[in-house]
């Protein structure tokens, strides 16, 4: 799903460092929208809001975060993981990729997850969103 999603996003970008939002169509990708994140991004301050949280992202997560800035309000596990990497593809206007163990603690179930954080932009220069793929699998009981 991560690899699609990349190639998709290398596709529209074309000869750019990164595609702008306008280059995506989710009618394109239909298969892929229940595991991304979109993430407006607005500068001087530095926030993050939360446009699009997928089906499966918000069953991984335990929480529909749609409408709300992320990484405000009480620190959380979750917020302190993925801040970085967020700001990191924002500075670097390149994706990131991370994988890493996950642990459920609604039900104790255990399994690994893996990001593709992708940046989108308006101008060319200026990252204005974040498009994120997350999935995860469970290991074998």
């Known amino acids: 799903m991560l690899r699609a999603l990349f190639a998709y996003w290398d596709a529209r970008r074309g000869d750019r460092p990164m595609p702008a939002r306008s280059d995506l169509d989710p009618l394109d990708i239909p298969g892929l929208l229940r595991n991304l994140i979109l993430l407006d991004v607005s500068h001087d301050p530095l926030r993050f809001r939360v446009r699009l949280y997928g089906t499966e992202v918000t069953d991984l997560r335990g929480r529909y975060l749609t409408g709300r800035y992320l990484y405000e309000g009480e620190p959380t596990a979750i917020g302190d993981q993925t801040r970085p990497w967020n700001l990191e593809t ?17 039900d104790g179930r255990s399994g690994t997850f893996y990001r593709l954080g992708l940046p989108l932009s308006e101008d060319g220069m200026r990252v204005d969103m974040l498009v994120i793929g997350l999935v995860r699998e469970w290991e074998e009981e």
């Open 90 to 106: 924002v500075k670097t206007r390149r994706p990131h990729y991370v994988s890493g163990p996950f642990n459920d603690i609604s």
